[in-house]
């Protein structure tokens, strides 16, 4: 019940209604009473009395009416049915009727020591960098609504609200198994991350998420400092005639033609379209089909990576060892695990005559009748050669069935049909939603009366796009916008990131912390915590490392674009082998490496010897070719040597671009001038860059041994490119690359050996403890580039040569290293450990070990030799590797 006073007497009852106006002359406010007369009376408010009138707690007014918020200094609730409104540095009043208001309190985010340390970069700038720029952040800064409610706040704070999951999800732009992972974790949190390396479907996943949110009936920005990436979303929207919900804002000039080209609502009536209950059935039979789609993919990869390993196997024994003879093996039936074990028990148990003992074990394991074959050395390896033959057919064999096997059951379920169904009916359904619930075009909506009707704007237009340095001038005062998805957030520096987290309740953060970052902006403030600082993180950088824990991050892995030899190298070198590569390889030739001759040939950060060689090799299709390079420099001089049809540009330029070929020129040469360009050139962001533009083809130019003595990515990417090219494009070395797949197993059935061997075995102890603290090592930051593999046959090490003496020959044939270590990409390896026990200061022993160091030595792969009573081993091995590592040869 409201009780009025006028001049000390109670109204209350004499009054039909009432309301709080202002006087059109003084502001001041004014209480109007309506008898049931129909005669009206106003008084001063100041005169009166309402009850109940109570200040409101809170500084926060959020506008029910327009969904909009704003920092208040005071308000003032008469008889639930007013509001009084005083904003800071204003006299004047503003009146709202309860019922449209509502007083919240305003989170201190803007207050705290992060946000202000924002400010302050921000103001630092105007120093630093473009003035205009600087004031327009500052300025929206200002602006960003200090609701708890945001995403902001949840950054600023560090502490994230989780979210229902949507009942119901479509997927109108197709999908595979971490696309639909992606889209369920953004919608289970307020803030998300999608991290998306290059050809995984990023842009298909955005849409995806747009159409979901659309059909909840949110609204959402897509934002980035890149035109390119947004203009990619507009482009895919407008090509299945969704344009006309897309505010295509940002700064002035963008509102300007957008409102100049308004698009009238589309009406496509999509027929015999299923239910939402119906789509969400099609998406669970689905979900086991892109399960065994991804399984097929990577059995491929497996196939292809054997299929190498098996192509040097061969190679290894035409080559190198002519004398080894192919001899079948298939009346033994053995296991692939058998294959292995019994090469493994020939090596360490067998070594001389096969004794009654190993002649029962080789009965009763393997099947072996006839043994003496075996008492001969030639012989013996001829069957161990053909046991590892054999290892390779079984295993391609059995992976091959298996894909044929998922293939067939993707075939029987109708896949493709499955998936085809999905995409059209949710595309339909999403139609179907628009078409009845966003408005018709009745409202003449223009540059200067949007933002005063933004509520009915956001209703016609609820995609909305921006550069992340525009959008909150772009929106409503006050707005906030229901999901804001930032693209290419690895180039978000954060300060102006921080914009968009400040005008959305959800965030869902998409980009690649692996390729090319954020350029650095000078800064001499101190940021309140690592996680924060505006100097060396990315606005995805910081999002991470900031709310790690607490939040979903999605890594895209379905790879789409290149041919899987190219990005087998990202893979490898960059991704952890987390990506599955979804085309095919049909043995073209897609890797191709060209050495410039000897000697210094960079000018000015120009290489004219690298254009040459290009001529020299040859373009290829030139309308089709790109060629790249870290420097301008050598861009323009590409000009004058490469036709017109060659297109060129730094790296930097190509990032989120995709060629059919790419000729990847890295410019610096041995001079110590290029020193100080290494860290710039020989960048993993830039390389990962490189070579991940290439659909068809990528060619790398590069000096001779200009950056394998570093042991950085462009090294990786020249044993890469050595060991998986056709062997015309590439030169010859001294060693033999690992055969990975068969060592690893090589080295389970050597550990499962020697836990069944005598304990009294000096020898193999020691070599149990190295290999321990060698895993341990691996772990290590420094040490991430290598692998190891046990007991090497020194001919699968080393190309027998005319290098070689006739000793040195023989004793390959024989020998073997107890510890080679690999780099993980290329295969080759890098330096060889050996354990030496008591018997090695024997005379037959100590000549048996210079043979073994002189042919290291001549194919300069260092060795290190401990005795097995050395102290301090850990510390001598890893003292070792790192000087190998960074040995400038």
Not at 381 to 400: A, C, G, P, T, V
Not at 640 to 651: A, E, P, Q
Request: glycine share 4%; with cysteine.
């Amino acid at each position: 019940m409201v009780l009025i006073y006028m001049n000390g007497q109670d109204k209350s009852d004499q009054i039909k209604d009432w309301k709080i106006c202002t006087d059109n002359n003084s502001d001041k406010l004014i209480l109007r009473v309506e008898f049931p007369s129909g005669k009206f009376f106003n008084r001063p408010l100041d005169q009166c009395v309402i009850e109940p009138t109570l200040e409101c707690k809170g500084n926060l007014l959020h506008n029910k009416k327009k969904d909009t918020f704003s920092v208040i200094e005071k308000a003032i609730n008469y008889g639930n049915k007013y509001i009084v409104i005083k904003y800071p540095e204003s006299d004047k009043p503003y009146i709202m009727e309860s019922k449209d208001a509502q007083i919240l309190n305003s989170p201190n985010f803007k207050d705290g020591e992060v946000f202000s340390y924002f400010t302050s970069v921000a103001k630092e700038r105007l120093k630093f960098t473009s003035k205009h720029i600087a004031e327009n952040i500052i300025r929206q800064l200002e602006r960003i609504v200090p609701h708890s409610a945001t995403a902001l706040n949840a950054y600023c704070v560090g502490e994230v609200e989780k979210r229902t999951p949507k009942k119901h999800l479509i997927f109108p732009f197709g999908l595979n198994e971490s696309q639909l992972k992606a889209v369920e974790a953004a919608f289970s949190s307020q803030i998300s991350v999608i991290e998306g390396p290059p050809g995984t479907g990023k842009t298909q996943t955005i849409l995806n998420i747009i159409a979901n949110i659309l059909i909840n009936g949110n609204t959402v920005a897509i934002v980035s400092n890149n035109n390119d990436a947004v203009n990619n979303v507009y482009e895919k929207l407008e090509k299945v005639n969704l344009g006309y919900m897309i505010a295509k804002l940002g700064n002035k000039s963008n509102q300007e033609n957008f409102f100049q080209q308004l698009i009238k609502k589309g009406n496509e009536d999509i027929q015999d379209v299923k239910d939402v209950e119906e789509i969400d059935e099609l998406v669970q039979k689905l979900k086991k089909h892109l399960y065994l789609q991804n399984q097929v993919a990577k059995l491929r990869a497996e196939i292809n990576e054997l299929s190498v390993e098996l192509s040097y196997l061969e190679k290894w024994r035409i080559e190198d060892r002519p004398d080894i003879k192919l001899i079948p093996l298939e009346k033994y039936k053995f296991s692939l695990r058998k294959i292995v074990d019994l090469m493994v028990f020939l090596d360490h148990q067998v070594k001389t005559k096969v004794s009654l003992k190993k002649k029962i074990q080789l009965l009763f394991n393997y099947k072996m009748i006839h043994t003496r074959f075996l008492n001969d050395f030639n012989e013996r390896d001829n069957f161990i050669y053909s046991l590892q033959f054999m290892f390779y057919q079984r295993l391609l064999e059995r992976k091959n069935k298996k894909v044929v096997s998922y293939e067939n059951e993707l075939k029987s379920q109708n896949f493709a049909e499955l998936l085809e169904d999905l995409t059209q009916n949710s595309m339909g359904y999403l139609k179907n939603y628009l078409n009845e619930t966003i408005p018709t075009d009745s409202i003449n909506f223009e540059l200067d009366n949007y933002k005063k009707l933004f509520n009915q704007f956001l209703k016609r237009y609820p995609i909305l796009g921006s550069g992340s340095q525009s959008i909150i001038n772009a929106i409503g005062q006050g707005t906030l916008i229901d999901y804001v998805i930032m693209d290419e957030a690895s180039q978000q520096e954060i300060v102006s990131g921080i914009l968009s987290a400040g005008c959305a309740r959800n965030l869902i953060v998409v980009g690649d912390r692996k390729q090319l970052p954020h350029i650095e902006i000078k800064s001499d403030i101190e940021s309140p915590s690592p996680v924060y600082d505006s100097r060396k993180m990315s606005f995805l950088d910081s999002v991470i490392s900031c709310l790690n824990e607490k939040i979903p991050i999605t890594l895209l892995k379905e790879h789409y674009r290149c041919h899987p030899k190219i990005i087998q190298f990202c893979n490898q070198q960059f991704y952890d082998n987390q990506l599955i590569p979804m085309t095919q390889d049909k043995g073209e030739q897609s890797l191709e490496l060209i050495t410039t001759s000897k000697g210094n040939h960079m000018r000015w950060n120009a290489n004219q010897r690298e254009l040459e060689s290009i001529l020299e090799v040859g373009v290829g299709e030139e309308a089709e070719t790109s060629f790249i390079a870290p420097y301008n420099a050598q861009i323009n001089l590409s000009k004058k040597y490469l036709s017109k049809g060659v297109s060129s540009s730094t790296i930097h330029k190509v990032q989120g671009k995709e060629r059919d070929n790419i000729i990847f020129s890295t410019v610096l040469d041995n001079k110590k001038s290029s020193l100080s360009k290494m860290d710039f050139v020989d960048n993993p962001h830039l390389v990962n860059v490189a070579v991940s533009r290439a659909k068809h083809k990528f060619t790398l130019v590069t000096g001779n041994s200009v950056f394998l003595p570093y042991n950085q990515d462009i090294a990786a990417l020249i044993r890469y490119i050595q060991y998986y090219a056709d062997s015309d494009q590439i030169h010859e070395s001294p060693v033999i690359s690992a055969f990975d797949l068969l060592y690893e197993e090589y080295d389970k059935s050597l550990e499962k050996l020697k836990a069944k061997l005598d304990g009294k075995d000096s020898k193999f102890k020691s070599e149990q403890i190295i290999a321990s603290i060698l895993k341990e090592l691996m772990l290590k930051d420094d040490f991430k580039l290598l692998h190891f593999h046990m007991h090497i046959k020194l001919s699968q090490l080393v190309k027998v040569d005319g290098n070689f003496t006739k000793r040195e020959q023989e004793f390959q044939k024989r020998a073997s290293c107890d510890f080679v270590f690999y780099y993980k990409v290329g295969k080759v390896p890098m330096a060889v450990l050996e354990v030496d026990g008591g018997y090695h200061d024997r005379p037959i022993q100590k000549e048996r070990d210079s043979v073994k160091d002189s042919i290291l030595e001549k194919v300069r792969i260092p060795i290190l030799r401990l005795k097995t009573t050395d102290v301090k081993v850990s510390k001598k091995i890893e003292e070792f590797l790192l000087t190998t590592i960074n040995m400038k040869s």
